[in-house]
C-alpha cells in the first residue's frame, strides 16, 4: 500500500490564483480530513469526510473548498489564494468515522502565496 | 479553538536520559492519541489511550491519562537522538473529529 499520498509536495501561486491540492489513499478508509499547519499554531482542521459524498467544514474552512465523489480522494480546492494560505496543508485518513482509530497523514504540500 | 495544548513547547535533553511531555485538554474525550513530526515531514501515530484507561504502555513510550484534570502525558525512557521530533496530543471526542495541540519539540543531544 502507498497509503496516504499528496501532490504536489511544493507550490508557489500568486495571490488571486486557484488550485487544487491532491490527496489519494488506498486503505479503503471511510473517514478523510485536511489540515493546515503553521508555526506556533499546530495542525487546524480545514474540512472532512465521513464516506464518499459527505463532506463538512472544521475549524478553518474559508476560502477552502473539498468534494468526495469517491472513496480514494479527497481534493482541496483554493478557490482564490490569499497570503494568508500561505502554508503546510496534510491530507489525513483512517479507518472509522469515529475517532478511536489511529490516523494516516500523507507527507505534505507546501504552499506559498506571494 | 486548540483543544490540547502541550507543555512544555520545547524540551532539550541529553540521550539516555527520559523525556516527559504533558498535555491538557478542555472538554470531555473518549480518547487521546499522541503522534510524532519528524522535520519536513507528515504526522506518524505513536500510540492511543481510551477515556477508561489511566496507563498505557508502547515500547520505551509510557502514556496517562487523568480525566479528572484532563490531563494526559507522554513519557519515552532511554532517549536517543533518533527520538528528536515535535510530538503533538490529539484528542477525540464524540463526533469525528480529532483536535491537536501545539506541540512540544523535543531535542536529544547524542
Known amino acids: 500500500n502507498a497509503g496516504v499520498t499528496q501532490t504536489p509536495k511544493f507550490q508557489v501561486l500568486k495571490t488571486g490564483q486557484s488550485m487544487t491540492l491532491q490527496c489519494a489513499q488506498d486503505m479503503n478508509h471511510e473517514y478523510m480530513s485536511w489540515y493546515r499547519q503553521d508555526p506556533g499554531m499546530g495542525l487546524r482542521l480545514i474540512h472532512y469526510s465521513v464516506g464518499a459524498g459527505i463532506t463538512d467544514q472544521g475549524e478553518v474552512p474559508n476560502g477552502y473548498n473539498v468534494s468526495r465523489s469517491t472513496t480514494e480522494d479527497f481534493p482541496l480546492r483554493l478557490l482564490s489564494a490569499a497570503p494568508s494560505q500561505t502554508s503546510v496543508y496534510f491530507c489525513a485518513s483512517r479507518t472509522h468515522r469515529g475517532t478511536l482509530d489511529e490516523q494516516y497523514f500523507g507527507p505534505g504540500t507546501r504552499l506559498t502565496v506571494t | ?110
Open chain 2, 1 to 110: 479553538s486548540q483543544q490540547g495544548e502541550e507543555d512544555p513547547q520545547a524540551l532539550s535533553i541529553q540521550e539516555g536520559e527520559n523525556a516527559t511531555m504533558n498535555c491538557s485538554y478542555k472538554t470531555s474525550i473518549n480518547n487521546l492519541q499522541w503522534y510524532r513530526q519528524n522535520s519536513g515531514r507528515g504526522l506518524v501515530h505513536l500510540i492511543l489511550i481510551r477515556s477508561n484507561e489511566r496507563e498505557k504502555h508502547s515500547g520505551r513510550l509510557r502514556v496517562t491519562l487523568d480525566t479528572s484534570k484532563k490531563s494526559s502525558s507522554l513519557l519515552i525512557t532511554a532517549s536517543r537522538a533518533a527520538d528528536t521530533a515535535s510530538y503533538f496530543c490529539a484528542s477525540g471526542g464524540s463526533n469525528y473529529k480529532l483536535t491537536f495541540g501545539k506541540g512540544t519539540l523535543l531535542t536529544v543531544n547524542p
